[in-house]
């Protein structure tokens, strides 16, 4: 099965699905309509605008909140978001550093095993 691409009629992306694909792989954190927050990274979504959302972790409350008590998150790993639950979606647009640690060849540093 091959993806589709969704295209307008002048055969450009449409602004929504580049906005949806610059998201992929941001870190993201998800209000629910129940108050609980979910953060985690930004996988994919589908027509009906339900979320999936990896290495996920669960709080009763907002993290971030000032003057909130840090709580303990139940870890959820990979989750699904339905689209009518979700109630706000804040998206980390920040770059990682290239100069990070984390960002090295996985064979960089094995030369001398």
Request: with cysteine.
């Amino acid at each position: 099965m091959n993806p589709v691409l969704v295209q307008d009629p002048e055969g450009e992306e449409r602004s929504g699905v580049k906005i949806l694909k610059s998201w992929l792989n941001k870190n993201m954190k998800v209000e629910m309509s129940d108050g609980r927050v979910l953060v985690g990274i930004f996988l994919c979504t589908d027509r009906a605008g339900n979320v999936i959302i990896g290495s996920c972790n669960e709080y009763t409350s907002d993290p971030d909140a000032p003057g909130g008590e840090a709580e303990e998150p139940r870890i959820l790993g990979l989750a699904m978001v339905p689209g009518h639950h979700i109630g706000r979606i804040w998206v980390d647009d920040t770059t990682v550093r290239n100069s990070s640690p984390c960002n090295v060849d996985s064979d960089e540093g094995l030369e001398g095993l």
